[in-house]
């Protein structure tokens, strides 16, 4: 009877048993089914998104970047002279053997093509013959670039009845727009790039009547299909199947330069072996677990009381070496090893765990002793019990193996009474790399300049290189603002733009000078831009400076007369035209005035060159001295002529200021007994005072104040002859 109820309580423990394991069973499955369909529809994704970005990057890269580079070797100045005198013969001879060899350089690059502003074509390169079409009142993108005068970019049909993709870029010589340049090249580059890059099949279609096909596929059949799809407007699946394959199907669409749509990239991608690799592991899953529960369960009938302990113990055991595996596991007694996982094998260089035991009894004896480092016994304690009872802390050891180093960072866990696993894991390329990182961010912090800031703009870190550029102590900048470097040569509106970039959280570059503690300056280019924490919000600004103080300096020897220090000519030519477009911008007035010192030929005639030259430097000082704003400009024009250039509130101040500058180089005393205006050393001026938009061009600026610098020498010169300016400009 007792025999009958064991027997009973047995079956019943064995079905219940094997119940839970077919179910367990059908989990799995279905478990690893969703999951493998998740990974597929994953991969779809991420193959959908890198083709849709090769294409746009290779939009970018290959088309807009590469042939904007073709574009610049068909726009020089020589060649805008040319269509500026509309000479097409001209034209045709500069340009014409650089195209040819574009043409066997790159077999997508199609065409050259200038425009003239009235919308009519002037020169096509690959068909000289033809022009003077109005091509501006057929083609959208042409008339765009007449009106807009902005560079335009996309694809567009053209005369050649075929969609290309289009730079046109719009020319201009001084200021004045001559027309237009533009290039083409052939769409079917953009398909052979991505579909070569990625492995796909594609087509790109325009919707034109009827539709234009460039394709790049292999699977006639597959292309068939969608020409068939296409032609009878039927709609594809996301999946195709064609010659036994399963092909993803992927569709962009094409947009013009005013985002109109004009067409459809469309790409198939292979996923037959994703699939085929999923339903065959399907099934070998299914096949493997159903063998694996039967012998569990005959091996439960036959062991489950007998050996509950000894499995539990092992089971254990192998999950953590599993749960590890790819780091040492060692299951160890004290200082006796009982089990290795093979990864102690390959890293330590045995072959074998008996191998190790021929020579060692612990992994412990590999242990090099230092500062930190676990070693057999560390405060009084073996190993083992010590990782025990510190596992709260960060415990490494070094172990040398011929000519390499490894560091470890070792964590125990109690497995029973007696055994204990450790793992250990090589964090050597870690520890590498965070000494490397330690070294580079000494060696940015020594040579580049980089501060940081709260919201506020007070300083929170500054570089050890920024404090030996500016002179500064560490103590002496944090807290405080990057007023204490501003040096007063930088303007209001400049650090106004600065900040208007930063709140709207952008990155802000350009160049800056600032003030040392000495009283000197530095120049710096500058990348200034936000920082934010963890949770995305806004914390603070990091600068990051580059010191261009010496290229700086070269550029201002390049622009100063060597004599009087003043600027030179080359830097009013190209000063004058700024400051105008600045007055322009602010609906100002425009001062110029030139002025030439009173028969300086006799004075050197008189005193010799070397006198006359320290006249020309008190002169220049004089007038120096008397500009007192950043925008107020002084030049030597040639040898005793000099001109300023400044912004006044009104003519009349204009006019004061200059009437100063004449009376304060008198007021030097300098004798000039051979002058027949007065004993001493005088100017004649002539200024031009007036509203910015009146004024059309420098040139006939420059020639008003030479005439009325003439008048004031007919006038018995030391005077000031003046514009006569409107009501509104006085």
């Known amino acids: 009877m007792k025999l009958n109820i064991k027997m009973s309580v047995e079956q019943r423990l064995l079905y219940t048993v094997f119940f839970v394991l077919m179910l367990g069973l059908a989990l799995v499955v279905t478990v690893f089914y969703v999951f493998e369909m998740q990974s597929l529809q994953r991969i779809e994704r991420i193959q959908r998104e890198k083709i849709q970005d090769s294409y746009r990057k290779n939009i970018e890269a290959h088309l807009k970047e590469n042939y904007s580079q073709v574009l610049a070797i068909f726009d020089d100045n020589e060649i805008r002279q040319a269509l500026a005198r509309q000479d097409r013969d001209a034209l045709l001879n500069l340009t014409e053997h650089t195209f040819h060899k574009a043409l066997q350089k790159d077999p997508y690059f199609k065409l050259v093509h200038y425009h003239l502003p009235s919308g009519f074509s002037f020169l096509r390169l690959n068909q000289p013959e033809q022009f003077g079409d109005h091509i501006a009142a057929r083609r959208p993108y042409i008339a765009s670039v007449h009106a807009r005068q902005q560079v335009i970019f996309g694809f567009e049909s053209g005369d050649e009845g075929v969609p290309l993709y289009r730079i046109i870029k719009p020319l201009f010589l001084q200021d004045e727009y001559i027309g237009a340049v533009e290039v083409a090249a052939s769409p079917q580059k953009v398909v052979d790039l991505v579909s070569g890059f990625n492995g796909v099949e594609g087509v790109l ?11 790049n596929m292999s699977n006639r059949a597959l292309f068939a299909l969608y020409q068939r799809s296409l032609a ?30 004009i067409g459809e990239f469309v790409f198939f991608y292979d996923f037959s072996s994703f699939y085929k690799g999923f339903y065959n592991t399907l099934g070998l899953m299914i096949g493997a677990s159903l063998a694996i529960f ?19 113990d092992i089971n254990a055991r192998n999950q953590c070496i599993l749960d590890a595996q790819s780091d040492i596991v060692i299951v160890t007694s004290g200082k006796r090893i009982i089990d290795v996982n093979q990864r102690f094998m390959s890293k330590l260089g045995f072959d074998s765990l008996a191998q190790f035991l021929q020579s060692h009894q612990c992994v412990c004896e590999l242990f090099e002793a230092g500062d930190g480092l676990v070693t057999t016994y560390i405060d009084g304690l073996i190993w083992t019990d010590y990782l025990l009872r510190h596992s709260d802390k960060e415990n490494l050891a070094k172990i040398f193996r011929g000519d390499k180093v490894f560091i470890f960072r070792l964590h125990a866990q109690q497995l029973n009474d007696k055994e ?12 590498k790399t965070e000494r490397q990182l330690r070294e580079y961010l000494d060696m940015i912090d020594r040579n580049l300049l980089i501060s940081s800031t709260d919201l506020d703009g007070k300083i929170t870190y500054v570089s050890k290189a920024f404090v030996a550029t500016s002179g500064y102590q560490p103590d002496e900048l944090i807290g405080r603002s990057h007023r204490v470097i501003r040096h007063p040569d930088m303007k209001n509106a400049f650090f106004a733009e600065l900040w208007q970039t930063l709140l709207a959280n952008k990155t802000w570059h350009g160049e800056i000078k600032s003030k040392t503690r000495n009283g000197g300056f530095f120049w710096s280019r500058s990348w200034i831009h936000p920082n934010y924490n963890d949770r995305g919000e806004k914390i603070g600004y990091t600068a990051i400076r580059h010191d261009i103080t010496d290229k700086k300096q070269i550029e201002e020897l390049a622009i100063t007369d060597g004599l009087t220090q003043l600027y030179n000519r080359r830097h009013f030519d190209a000063i004058l035209p700024k400051q105008l477009n600045i007055a322009k911008r602010h609906h100002e007035c425009l001062a ?26 008190a002169v220049a000082k004089a007038i120096q001295g008397c500009l007192r704003r950043a925008e107020d400009y002084a030049f030597r024009l040639g040898g005793e002529e000099f001109g300023i250039v400044f912004i006044p509130e009104n003519c009349e101040k204009a006019e004061a200021f200059v009437q100063k500058i004449r009376l304060s180089v008198e007021a030097l005393q300098i004798p ?38 003439y008048a004031s020498k007919q006038m018995g010169r030391n005077r000031v002859s003046c514009s006569a300016p409107t009501n509104e400009q006085a």
């Open 420 to 431: 204990v696993v450790i793992t250990m894991q090589d964090i050597s390329d870690l520890k």
């Open 672 to 709: 000039h007994p051979k002058s027949s205006v007065s004993h001493v050393l005088t100017l004649s001026l002539g200024l031009v005072c007036r509203l910015a938009d009146s004024i059309e061009h420098t040139d006939a600026l420059y020639k008003e104040a030479d005439t009325l610098l």
């Open 232 to 261: 009878e407007n039927i709609p594809l699946a996301s999946s195709v199947k064609s010659a036994g394959l399963l092909f993803q199907f992927y569709r962009f669409p094409v947009r013009d330069f005013f985002s109109q749509p």
């Open 205 to 215: 279609t325009f919707f034109d009547t009827p539709p234009m096909l460039f394709e």
């Open 592 to 617: 110029f005035a030139i002025m030439d010192i009173d028969h300086f030929k006799q004075y050197n005639d008189t005193y010799g060159h070397q006198q006359g030259d320290e006249a020309l430097k």
């Open 294 to 312: 039967l012998l569990i369960f005959l091996l439960v009938k036959i062991l489950v009381a007998r050996y509950e302990q000894v499995l539990r």
